[in-house]
């Protein structure tokens, strides 16, 4: 894999009962615990769809048989695979998940775009960031930049680089999007 980093998607909607009931059966014990501990079958879905993504994404990585890897999580529930010296991040919302692997620590975040109210935005943004959103002439462009920085800091505190959203500054980080139908994907990518 050298310096890279791969990230993959996946859309829940082709997932079909058959499909979610094979994998759901290959799951070690914490995973089944998780899975099983959500309240809706799409959201049980889409937690799926994130081990099936990052089971494909070592796999193809390390040319292993992605039927004995197995995913654990970490006390504070990032997930990682026990043996195996890769970092992986995991994300949904809406129809989607997505996962990123890399040699370095990465976090990755997606998020259905919707219409929202910036008010939210001062709750977690330092003043850069505000200005940032702010200087924006346009509704959409606002709305788009607000996505930006919470995509970043959901992927840059999956990444470790702080313990709370506030200290992160998303303007500085080492990070790319992602844009797809009305979705907006942040991989941050740390040292």
Not at 30 to 44: A, T, V
Not at 79 to 104: M, Q, R, T, W
Not at 139 to 161: D, H, L, P, S
């Amino acid at each position: 894999m050298g310096k890279k980093m791969k990230w993959f998607k996946f859309d829940i909607r082709n997932l079909s009962d058959d499909e979610y009931f094979m994998y759901y059966s290959t799951l070690s014990s914490d995973r089944l615990e998780k899975i099983d501990s959500l309240k809706n079958n799409k959201d049980k879905k889409l937690s799926l769809a994130g081990e099936i993504l990052a089971k494909k994404a070592v796999s193809e990585i390390l040319s292993l048989n992605k039927e004995e890897l197995q995913i654990k999580n970490l006390p504070d529930g990032k997930p990682y695979l026990e043996n195996i010296s890769l970092n992986l991040s995991i994300s949904h919302s809406g129809d989607f998940a997505v996962c990123a692997v890399s040699k370095k620590p990465v976090g990755i975040d997606i998020q259905l775009k919707r219409d929202i109210s910036l008010e939210v935005a001062k709750k977690f943004c330092n003043q850069d960031e505000l200005n940032y959103i702010n200087s924006s002439n346009t509704k959409n462009e606002q709305q788009n930049r607000f996505y930006e920085i919470w995509t970043a800091k959901e992927a840059g505190f999956k990444c470790g680089i702080a313990k709370s959203f506030k200290n992160i500054n998303t303007l500085a980080l080492n990070k790319e999007y992602h844009d797809f139908e009305n979705y907006k994907v942040c991989i941050v990518k740390g040292k």
